[in-house]
């Protein structure tokens, strides 16, 4: 990665709420939640700049790298603005949440996030649309909304049953049950565990990583790869192998297998 910073950057970012502290470095985005004094809640001028800043992300930025400033990743919905009036209000506010996480899963580029102290409720929600979760020590998840008297509302339905299954959420959501770092790892709620303070690096290091893979190839992983793994055998198979053809024929796939073959490219190792 090339040490440039924002202010050196052709293609200027979008302004944004204070909440939410942007850093590019060389073709990685580092997105800071920034509200540290209100656990990085998640109110709604921090959601709609994630989607201003998703919307407006300059082509030069090869991945993402998400955290939380403070001692928290983030504590959820901004409880103080919960105000649902009536139905219409409540599905509107919801299906804000799912668009703009949707185009966090699905945009055009990997996000890794860190994760540290409270990973709650809509914090939990948003850390499922990374695609790389990286958990220091101090992380612990929860989904309060059953003693708050609330339900999830940022798509936690649909993405943390497909991480840890339906009825490990169900019970978290029954019993309030608080999961440290290490459970939350051992059920797929991150990759990797680290120590406290080092997970900035090696989200940065993962991240350099996959912003060198092909373009073709990330956009297979992140686009293709999980609505094949949601549909029928048959379907899957006819998208795995257009796929293969689309990133395979590329002129990039030539180059990268030509470089290992001419003993130019590293090899496969345990690190
Ligand atoms: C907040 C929020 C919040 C903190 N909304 N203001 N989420 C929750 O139910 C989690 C609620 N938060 C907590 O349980 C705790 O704050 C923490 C365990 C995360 C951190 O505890 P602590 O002792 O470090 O901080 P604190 O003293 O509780 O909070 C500091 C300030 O942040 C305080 O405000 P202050 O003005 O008194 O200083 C808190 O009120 C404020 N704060 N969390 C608003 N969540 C799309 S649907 C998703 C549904 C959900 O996400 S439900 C889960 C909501």
């Known amino acids: 990665m090339s040490e440039e910073t924002s202010s050196q950057r052709a293609q200027p970012l979008p302004k944004l709420p204070a909440s939410l502290h942007v850093e590019q470095r060389g073709d990685v985005l580092i997105i800071k939640l920034n509200r540290a004094e209100k656990r990085n809640a998640l109110n709604d001028d921090t959601v709609l700049g994630l989607e201003t800043l998703i919307d407006a992300l300059p082509k030069d930025i090869k ?127 991150s990759h990797y565990l680290v120590g406290e303070g080092e997970g900035l690096a090696k989200a940065l290091d993962l991240a350099g990583k996959i912003a060198k893979n092909s373009w073709v190839t990330n956009f297979g992983i992140i686009q293709a790869l999980p609505r094949i793994a949601e549909q029928d055998r048959a379907s899957g198979y006819v998208m795995e192998a257009l796929m293969a053809a689309i990133a395979g024929g590329s002129e990039e796939a030539k180059a990268r297998v030509s470089a290992f073959l001419e003993k130019r490219a590293p090899k496969v190792s345990v690190e």
């Open 63 to 189: 991945c993402i790298v998400l955290h939380g400033d403070g001692d928290h990743f983030s504590a959820g919905l901004d409880l103080s603005e919960l105000r649902i009036n009536s139905i219409e209000d409540g599905v509107r506010h919801s299906s804000s949440w799912h668009r703009i996480f949707n185009k966090m899963e699905f945009g055009q580029v990997p996000i890794v996030a860190v994760l540290h102290g409270a990973v709650v409720g809509g914090g939990l929600e948003l850390a499922a649309t990374a695609h790389v979760r990286i958990a220091e020590r101090s992380a612990f998840y929860a989904l309060p909304e059953g003693v708050r008297g609330i339900f999830v509302g940022g798509g936690g339905s649909v993405r943390v049953p497909r991480l840890i299954g339906t009825s490990r959420m169900v019970e978290m959501m029954l019993t309030g049950h608080v999961l440290p770092a290490e459970e939350g790892q051992a059920l797929g709620l």
